[in-house]
């Protein structure tokens, strides 16, 4: 579901009026990237990091204040959010992030960094293919990136609820934005990305910040987990669904191994109560089972993890598993050979 795309101002005007992904730097960082990189390097240390799109920084200092010994660079092209990101590091002490101002896809940075992430942007921007590229150039040979996307199937009340607030913007005598969202009684609920990390703080400018990202923003893609990795096909030689998301619950993949072994891993058993489509789903070819797991699951949100032959050294072993078993930028099997 994809709408008209207008011009990159009217996204930069949002969020110089309303900066994200928390409006304050007296809030709470954000955790979850942090967390979600423990399960796919094991060790930062001594790297340079690049978050692309940072917004106001919330998730870039979580990562910051979890790994002290790592060199980060948050690059955005809201100055409001930047001056929120410089006060929230100030006030959590880390001194091991830089800020500046640059837009994604536009003029080059001028250095190449070990691990990029980029969380809830791709899919915001007027030429995603061009973001995802930028990104990459920005990548050592080894490095690896981690970007997170808005999925179809779990989004899709949400998107037709913004598709409507669109049309009575457009179609309106007067400026209604501050009031048509509650006029409809639209909010984001907390577990839509199966996660309360996003609302640690949970103040009236938060949730505002957070609906007017859901429902006003002027440039909205949701992608299926192949649509995604196939931005990465010219630049990396793999890319893995990392971590699932869905309104009132997350996981990440092992497409190695989906008894569930490791704590967090969505499992066959977990999909699918009866023994019987359990069996049928272990017969599956790998990419079987992811489209099985969209189709279950109904995701609101998934990471991509991404990188080149080199980037496998420095990932772990499950990542590893996962490029080997389920690369979404190798051909896929044909249906008769997989039985």
């Given at each position: 579901m994809r709408s008209e795309q207008p011009r990159g101002a009217d996204v930069r005007a949002l969020y110089e009026e309303f900066p994200y992904p928390l409006p304050v730097a007296?809030?709470?960082?954000?955790?979850?990237?942090a967390m979600g990189l423990d399960l796919v390097m094991a060790d930062l240390d001594g790297l340079e990091v690049l978050d692309a799109g940072c917004g106001t920084g919330h998730r870039l200092i979580g990562l910051a204040c979890q790994y002290p010994e790592t060199r980060f660079l948050g690059v955005d092209f809201s100055e409001h959010s930047l001056s929120v990101a410089r006060g929230l590091a100030e006030r959590n002490g880390c001194d091991n992030v830089e800020f500046r101002h640059a837009e994604i896809g536009g003029e080059l940075l001028g250095r190449q960094f070990d691990l990029i992430t980029s969380t809830g942007v791709i899919h915001h921007l007027e030429n995603p293919a061009g973001g995802a590229e930028w990104l990459q150039r920005h990548l050592k040979p080894e490095g690896i990136a981690y970007t997170w996307y808005y999925h179809p199937y779990g989004e899709f009340d949400r998107l037709l609820s913004r598709d409507l607030v669109q049309l009575l913007l457009r179609d309106s005598e007067d400026d209604i934005s501050g009031t048509?969202?509650?006029?409809?009684?639209?909010?984001?609920?907390?577990?839509?990305?199966?996660?309360?990390?996003?609302?640690?703080?949970?103040?009236?400018?938060?949730?505002?910040?957070?609906?007017?990202?859901?429902?006003?923003?002027?440039?909205?893609?949701?992608?299926?987990?192949?649509?995604?990795?196939?931005?990465?096909?010219?630049?990396?030689?793999?890319?893995?669904?990392?971590?699932?998301?869905?309104?009132?619950?997350?996981?990440?993949?092992?497409?190695?191994?989906?008894?569930?072994?490791?704590?967090?891993?969505?499992?066959?058993?977990g999909l699918f109560e009866s023994p019987r489509l359990r069996a049928v789903f272990d017969r599956m070819d790998a990419y079987a089972q992811l489209d099985a797991v969209e189709l279950k699951l109904r995701p609101t949100g998934f990471t991509l993890?991404?990188?080149?032959?080199?980037?496998?050294?420095?990932?772990?072993?499950?990542?590893?598993?996962?490029?080997?078993?389920?690369?979404?930028l190798r051909p896929k099997p044909r249906q008769e050979d997989a039985r």
């Open positions: 007296d809030s709470d960082p954000i955790y979850d990237v048509v969202l509650g006029d409809l009684g639209l909010t984001l609920s907390v577990e839509q990305y199966g996660t309360r990390t996003s609302f640690s703080d949970v103040s009236q400018a938060t949730r505002l910040a957070a609906d007017v990202d859901a429902y006003i923003h002027p440039i909205v893609n949701a992608y299926r987990f192949q649509e995604a990795a196939e931005f990465f096909r010219v630049g990396s030689d793999w890319a893995i669904v990392h971590g699932v998301n869905w309104d009132g619950g997350s996981g990440s993949v092992d497409a190695g191994d989906w008894t569930g072994g490791e704590f967090g891993t969505i499992s066959a058993a993890v991404s990188g080149g032959v080199a980037g496998l050294e420095r990932v772990t072993d499950r990542i590893r598993r996962n490029a080997d078993s389920a690369n979404l």
